[in-house]
């Protein structure tokens, strides 16, 4: 996620500023919103058990899939802010 608020910084030519919630926090912000408890832990479970960079992957496997070449993030981010 440090890598997408550079990015998003870089873009839009100010920082952006990251802030992980606790699990406790992520919790509390899912619940008012009206997410069914056991949603929302399973949700928890699923965002706590991602490692840092866990989806991190530069096999190339996507391009193979989809018969093109991925976009790179940078690229995404300043065709979005152009929209």
Do not use: K
């Amino acid at each position: 996620m440090a890598d997408l608020a550079q990015a998003i910084s870089e873009v839009v030519g100010r920082p952006i500023a990251l802030r992980q919630a606790s699990p406790a926090e992520y919790r509390a912000f899912l619940l008012p919103g009206g997410t069914p408890e056991p949603i929302a832990d399973v949700l928890l479970t699923i965002e706590t058990g991602i490692a840092p960079e866990a989806l991190f992957d530069d096999s190339r496997t996507l391009s193979r899939l989809s018969g093109r070449p991925t976009t790179p993030l940078r690229t995404v981010l300043r065709t979005w802010l152009r929209a």
